[in-house]
């Protein structure tokens, strides 16, 4: 029997690394290999929302909870842009 569970992912994944690509342009410190590490770090101070397909995730949220899941992942974003800047800076 094979099992797939390829199509089992986090949902902030996506949005988290597309963020980070958006943002990424203010901190000239963040080497491009940094970036996975601050992907790391910002999907660590989200919860976990495993889906298979986004959409599985959209169709049952309000706006309210999409602009809240929007608002979480700018600011986990940002705060481990600015944590891994600092840390570049003082090394």
């Known amino acids: 029997m094979s099992v797939d569970f ?4 986090n949902h902030y994944e996506r949005a988290v690394f ?3 690509l958006e943002s990424r342009w203010a901190y000239p410190l963040i080497t491009d290999a940094a970036l996975a590490d601050v992907a ?4 660590n101070k989200l919860p976990v929302r495993y ?3 986004a959409v599985d995730l959209c169709f ?3 706006n ?3 602009a809240e899941m929007n608002r979480a992942v700018h600011q ?3 705060d481990s842009l600015q944590f891994m ?3 570049l800076a003082k090394a």
């Open 6 to 9: 390829s199509s089992v992912q």
């Open 18 to 20: 597309e963020q980070i």
């Open 40 to 43: 790391c770090l910002a999907l």
């Open 51 to 53: 889906v298979r397909y």
């Open 60 to 62: 049952y949220m309000t």
């Open 64 to 66: 309210d909870d999409r």
């Open 76 to 78: 986990s974003v940002q």
């Open 85 to 87: 800047s600092q840390r």
